[in-house]
T-cell receptor
Framework: DGGITQSPKYLFRKEGQNVTLSCEQN?????MYWYRQDPGQGLRLIYY???????QKGDIAEGYSVSREKKESFPLTVTSAQKNPTAFYLC?????????????FGDGTRLSIL | DQQVKQNSPSLSVQEGRISILNCDYT??????FLWYKKYPAEGPTFLIS?????DKNEDGRFTVFLNKSAKHLSLHIVPSQPGDSAVYFC???????????FGDGTTLTVKP
């Protein structure tokens, strides 16, 4: 089955520690996205990538970093600079980055601070 | 500045009745609008979309209406079913933007 896989489902981070969230897709989509969702709020865009080896900052990129070395993979690193990292993180992909297309989402990773 | 707004955080309707979810936007460049449905602890799933060249798009029980002059769109679900209980997100994008802007969501509860 084609889809997006996010791992792990739950992640705990100690203060001052960097953590990396995995996102893999086998839909052959060009574009990939990372969103953050806080309770009672919508999805806020962290980073997005239209093609391999290229990515752009979203609305709340501070304290996060990404890479796009392969079409299938778009890992997100939550750095120690992100002061409030506790949230639900969603990865998505779409077929053609600059053409209006629906996004397909993974089931998310819930990150908590110990 | 929130460009996509869903002013009703929650909506409760009786099974079999119509559910109407509303969404307003401020950016006149938006030309493509989508609705997503989300269950707890899962990612959103695409429900229905509409291009700005249309004012209505229908898919089974789901219809989206677009009023460009009012910068307003709505999602109608008829008849509503208990399985429709979820959070519904409105999203908007424009050609070449490469990204979508989401509203805060409306939690729909359909009572049996």
């Amino acid at each position: 089955d084609g889809g997006i896989t996010q791992s792990p489902k739950y992640l705990f981070r100690k203060e001052g520690q960097n953590v990396t969230l995995s996102c893999e897709q086998n839909l052959n989509h060009d574009a990939m996205y990372w969103y953050r969702q806080d309770p009672g709020q919508g999805l806020r865009l962290i980073y997005y990538s239209q093609i391999v080896n290229d990515f752009q900052k979203g609305d709340i990129a501070e304290g996060y970093s990404v890479s796009r070395e392969k079409k299938e993979s778009f890992p997100l690193t939550v750095t120690s600079a992100q002061k409030n990292p506790t949230a639900f993180y969603l990865c998505a992909s779409s077929q053609g980055g600059r053409v209006n297309q629906p996004q397909h989402f993974g089931d998310g990773t819930r990150l908590s601070i110990l | 500045d929130q460009q996509v707004k869903q002013n009703s955080p929650s909506l409760s309707v009786q099974e079999g009745r119509i559910s109407i979810l509303n969404c307003d936007y401020t950016n006149s460049m938006f030309d493509y609008f989508l609705w997503y449905k989300k269950y707890p602890a899962e990612g959103p799933t695409f429900l229905i979309s509409i291009s700005s060249i249309k004012d209505k798009n229908e898919d089974g029980r789901f219809t989206v209406f677009l009023n460009k002059s009012a910068k307003h769109l709505s999602l109608h679900i008829v008849p509503s079913q208990p399985g429709d209980s979820a959070v519904y997100f409105c999203a908007a994008s424009y050609h070449n933007a490469g990204k979508s802007t989401f509203g805060d969501g409306t939690t729909l509860t359909v009572k049996p």
